[in-house]
C-alpha cells in the first residue's frame, strides 16, 4: 500500500483520511529522488558479462530457465 504525506517539523505526516495502523513500521522513499542512487549498471558494473556459458536467449527466458515457466 502506499501512502503519501509531508514532512512537518521533522515529522512525516501522511495526508488524507487513509493511514497505516498505529505503529505500523514503514519505510519512506523521497519522491523526485531518483538521482540519489547511482544507475544499476555503476552499482553492478563489476558484474556484468562475468558469467559464461548462459544459452543465447538467457535474458528473456530467465523465468523459463530458472523456474520451469513456458518461454517466449
Known sequence: MTY??????????????????EGSE?????VGQ???????????G????I???LPSDASANHDRYLYGSPGR
Open 46 to 49: 563489476e558484474m556484468i558479462g
Open 26 to 30: 514503514v519505510e519512506v522513499l523521497l
Open 34 to 44: 531518483v538521482d540519489a542512487l547511482p544507475p544499476l549498471a555503476e552499482r553492478y
Open 51 to 53: 558469467l559464461e556459458g
Open 4 to 21: 503519501r504525506g509531508r514532512v512537518k517539523n521533522g515529522v512525516v505526516v501522511i495526508e488524507g483520511s487513509d493511514s497505516p495502523p
